[in-house]
């Protein structure tokens, strides 16, 4: 008498909802948002559409749990560099590094964030504009605290290094024959500490201002 293949073991809902999630993501990246459908997603998550309907409303709220899920670790990462003992050079190469390793990462993430063809999306447009201005400002306080500037001023400063290295790190992963991340990542690095070290502290312009010598009458 041959036996019953054991039923198939149910997840628990969260842990579920995590696999779906990460095959939702990798689909994502392999199709663009656009060309992906659920469908696409239930296959290689090996459940059924009814089960995938039943953690995520439709393709689009999917694709905002993804995107978010990666700006939550990108952002912890950046926070991670940005804090500790170094001194301000440290934490801005840090911060840099972060961004190359974030797209150097085997599963392509980046793609959620630049290339998933939802540039025009109000939702995602929202959730990359907070993530932006949430490091922006966290850059703008190490700039404020080396510089002096104001911190307006040291924002627009902290968005600037932001889109550097992003656009650093994209231009790198594109390379048919590219240096090592280290190496890259710690060129952009410097290119990013010796702008933002071309602002010097105000009591130490007003010095080398009353040091300089004064034309002779």
């Known amino acids: 008498m041959s036996s019953l293949p054991a ?20 689909v994502f990246v392999a199709k663009g948002f656009h060309a992906a459908s659920m469908d696409d997603i239930a296959e290689a998550a090996a459940v059924s559409k ?11 709220e999917l694709f905002l749990d993804v995107l978010e899920t990666h700006l939550a670790q990108l952002t912890e990462e950046l926070t991670a560099a ?35 063809g939802m540039d025009h999306d109000d939702a995602v447009a929202e959730r990359l504009s907070r993530f932006h201005s949430r490091m922006a400002a966290a850059i703008a306080e190490l700039i404020v605290e080396d510089t002096g500037q104001p911190m307006a001023e040291a924002t627009m400063l902290g ?57 002779e009458d």
């Open 7 to 26: 039923p198939k073991r149910r997840l628990p809902r969260a842990q579920r909802r995590l696999q779906l999630l990460d095959r939702a993501q990798q």
């Open 159 to 215: 968005h600037g290094l932001i889109g550097m290295a992003t656009q650093s790190a994209r231009h790198w992963i594109r390379l048919s024959e590219r240096p090592p991340m280290e190496v890259s990542a710690q060129l952009a690095g410097r290119l990013a500490w010796k702008g933002i070290s071309g602002f010097p502290r105000e009591e130490d312009a007003a010095v080398q201002g009353a040091e300089a010598p004064t034309p």
């Open 82 to 116: 940005l804090a500790g003992e170094k001194d301000n050079r440290e934490r801005v190469q840090d911060t840099v590094t972060a961004f190359f390793a974030f797209i150097a990462r085997e599963d392509e993430a980046y793609r959620l964030v630049f290339t998933a």
């Open 50 to 60: 009814p089960v995938l309907y039943q953690h995520f409303p439709g393709k689009h």
